[in-house]
Nanobody
């Protein structure tokens, strides 16, 4: 599976952004998907995850209620809608696909990673 993220940019506090991740490969429809992020000087952290059907999602406490993960298996795409953005959301965001049906917060279970996309929220 190859992953290509898009939709990042520079926004002001309180604004919204929608990240998209287009996947190629036969296993997308059966793979759990996740979004992670890494801020400068910090370790990569979990943001959100979705199961293969889109029927189950899980979020980090820091984004719960503000971010929404979704997927369109017909288009092999996963999205991350980010609302009410804060300066602390500034990071490089990565989409990831698990090798099988795993979906969750543990990065070690994600085999495929996108290239990373910058999101900057100014105060």
């Amino acid at each position: 599976v190859q992953l290509q993220a898009s939709g990042g940019g520079l926004v002001q506090t309180g604004a919204s952004l929608k990240l998209s991740c287009a996947a190629s490969g036969r296993t997308f429809g059966s793979s759990g998907m996740g979004w992670f992020r890494q801020a400068p000087g910090k370790e990569r952290e979990f943001v959100a995850t979705i199961n293969w059907s889109g029927g189950s999602t899980f979020y980090a406490d820091s984004v719960k209620g503000r971010f929404t993960i979704s997927r369109d298996n017909a288009k092999s795409t996963v999205h991350l809608q980010m609302n009410s953005l804060k300066p602390e959301d500034t990071a490089v965001y990565y989409c990831a696909a698990s090798q099988d049906t795993y979906y969750g917060s543990q990065s070690r279970y994600y085999l495929y990673w996108g290239q990373g996309i910058q999101v900057t929220v100014s105060s």
